[in-house]
């Protein structure tokens, strides 16, 4: 039968409903990470200015931190309860007036030290509950879109990573114009926007999976990780690359850059060649990435990782780091949509916020304890040995990642039916809405 081509803005139209909300709450979740790079910039800024102490800067750095891996331990479990929309949309309405109730309080006079670190704490209390909760629907948005889960969270970690880098510039440039305390509104207006976006874009959530979650207890999200061999394995994984690169950038390379290494523009230079190269890697992945085989892509970022940091530890010169940096953010641009893609594959809808929050929470301390082991092993031995021992523990990784059993399942293709092929999704709810006369009509 032909197809009548009045219908195809019909079904254009169709498409854009069925894609704007996935959309909506990946715009939401880079509003929220646009306005957390923005503070990250002023908050510091703003209490040293305020207290003239770098002690109490950390004081208040330290205070952040802590209530962040509360939040995504307990917010887990609190999605599951009450429902990805309202904790995301809470969560939001929260940051934002701690955000807001600093320069107000700090203009008329009124904001004290404690009431500074007090804002601090509730602010990022909320941060984790919230981001994993727009995380947690992105399965259901992505199959209603018909889109791979795969290209969803690499599209998504884009946008994070545009976030991330647009901030620092915007907060800088907002400080110089008018002035730290003013500049903290800018994250405000981010989190109301988010909040905004993801009441319109995420979907209420199903009464039978609250109950599920309820009576499963806040440790359901830990007990399925652990008899789970496969996402356990993968979290170690990832607790030990995320543990290298948060060494690698707040230890490492700051302290070959005060050994006289390099200047302050050449480790500019290297972080944009990385930028750039994972940037091209997550492309690559968001386009192909749902076809190609998952072990063989886990094990080739690995091994690129380990020989970059290692190519990095012996670069005597500025473009020989340039070179390395950018192959480095081009081997690990896909590990992080890929790891996403599993997880929220494989986590029972019931309990997948307590899933995402025990992952994140793991990632949370996991990162603090190699800085500062890192940190003093960068005292005694130097940057650059540890580079190469940074990158001897990537090798040992790929190796066990290589050697792992669990890991083989990652080869087999996925069967291709409508729950995980957008394709033949399309076309079973093609054949749902034709009338039972027509079913056995071709086109």
Known sequence: MPRRPGLAPVREVARYRRQAPLF?????????????AVAGVALPWFVLGLTDSAAWTGIA???????L?????FGGPLID??????????ADLISAASVTAVPVLFLLGELSLGWLLAL???GALLDGPGITAQDARLPELAR???????????????????????GPPVAGLAIVAFGVERTLFITAFCSLTAAVINGVSLPRHRRRARLVAGSDGILSGARFLLGDALLRTILILAMVVLAVFGALNAVVMPAMLRAGDGSALDLGVSLAAAGGGAACATITFAVCGHRGDVRLILLLGLAGAAGSIGALAVATTPPLMWVAAGALGLSTGALGPLVNALFLRRAP???????????????????????????????????RPLLAGLSAVLALLTTFAALNPVLRALSQRRPKTPETHPKRMAFHRARRRRPPHARNLPG
């Not at 750095?61 to 209530?67: I, L």
């Not at 209603?144 to 647009?166: C, H, Q």
């Open 81 to 90: 309860w009450f429902g990805a929309r309202r904790v995301a949309v809470t």
């Open 349 to 383: 809808s019931a309990i997948r916020g307590g899933v995402l929050g025990m992952t994140t929470a793991a990632a949370l301390v996991a990162t603090p304890v190699a800085v500062l082991m890192t940190g003093l092993g960068a005292e005694v031995v130097g940057p």
């Open 69 to 73: 891996v509360l939040g995504a331990f």
């Open 24 to 36: 909506g709450v990946i715009a939401a979740g880079g509003f929220s990470l646009l306005g957390n």
């Open 144 to 166: 209603l879109a018909g889109l791979p889960i795969e290209r969803v969270t690499a599209i998504d970690e884009l946008l994070e990573n545009a976030a991330v880098i647009l």
């Open 61 to 67: 750095a330290a205070a952040g931190m802590v209530p």
């Open 120 to 122: 601090i704490v509730i």
